[in-house]
């Protein structure tokens, strides 16, 4: 492990976080393990979708959570450092300029284009829901009901990024009014989540409220946030505390990568206290995560050196990634699905997971540079 060169001092005005798009990256990438694998059982085709690794789904989406929680703080953070306020009608124009193009492209493709397509080629797919039975939710950012209501379909994914645009929204206006006491307001999400997860748990027995109050994870983005808030207000270098001394981040690293291997593998005492009560053990995998994000982006010895050109570039695209991988796994699920029941099962992965991999980062590459640096640049003016 290669330490990490990166040094910071001033921790109110840091512009680039170092290495976060390597992990932006590889958890885009636990995604579209997951949905391979688990697509892959559904079509008969030999699988791991057994093994924690390739069920890492939820726990990507977790991890991008907290990294939007501690990112937009530290951004708000510095902002009012800086003008002493918060332009809430700013924030808002680059949050739409940076998610809105491509999740409406995506979701025209998977209500209008993707439908017509299936008709005129004649494929033998039926899709579990029409435009006018889910525009409602889709504009309204509310991808999720459509999963609940209408079952898994082709823009399944999409339902994290409604959970980000709902937080979004609600965060700037919180953020400013809360002035000087944002640490009380990220910890009252934390309690206020935890409460209605305990009430869902224990009293609401209602399938609709369980759903919502799992999905909208506002717990893991303040987690998120109250990093970014330590981060900071500290004003003295994070290396001299002992959580982050090498011997610890060897630990703590251990840890995190056992438990994304391993997770749903292993049933005893220990292990399901830490990892497997309800409520309690989502909080720690928060701040596990959490953990990692300071650990890579500010902490100057860091044992985790992720500054690769090549993982960099990948993390640039990991939203395209995130978006078009079901398409990719749809594309080779339908042409190549006879001839992948029949090879040996590493064959078999190897060929499947080369297509899908090319053909996610053509389509997400391909949209970042003819799609979204349109908007990304319009949003770069605002600053």
Known sequence: MKTNIQTISDYKNITRFQGLNSLRFIAAFLVVMHHSETIRNKNGIANFEWLGLFRNGGNAVTFFFVLSG???????????????????????????????????????IGTILLPLAFSILNVNYEMPYTLGQTWFYFLFFLPGLVTFFFGHHFLEPLWSIGVEEVFYLLWAPLFKISKNKILILLISVILVKIFLNLLGFLVIHNELFNYIITTFKF???????IGAYYVYTRGESIDQLFIFKVSVQIIMLLTIIFYLTFHPNIDNTYWNTIFKTPILSSLIIDF???????????????IINLKSKTLSFLGEISYGIYMYHMLAIFIAIFFLKKYLIQMSSPCSHLVYYSVITILTI?????SKYLFENYFLNLKSRLD
């Open 362 to 366: 053509i389509m997400s590459t391909l």
């Open 288 to 302: 596990l995560f959490l953990y990692l994000i300071i650990c890579v982006s500010v902490v100057n010895k860091s």
């Open 219 to 225: 717990e893991a983005m303040a987690i998120g946030g």
């Open 70 to 108: 501690f990112l937009i703080t530290y951004l708000l953070l510095r902002e009012r450092g800086k003008s002493g306020t918060i332009k809430i009608k700013k924030f808002y124009l680059k949050r739409i300029l940076r998610i809105w193009p491509l999740y409406f492209l995506l979701v025209l």
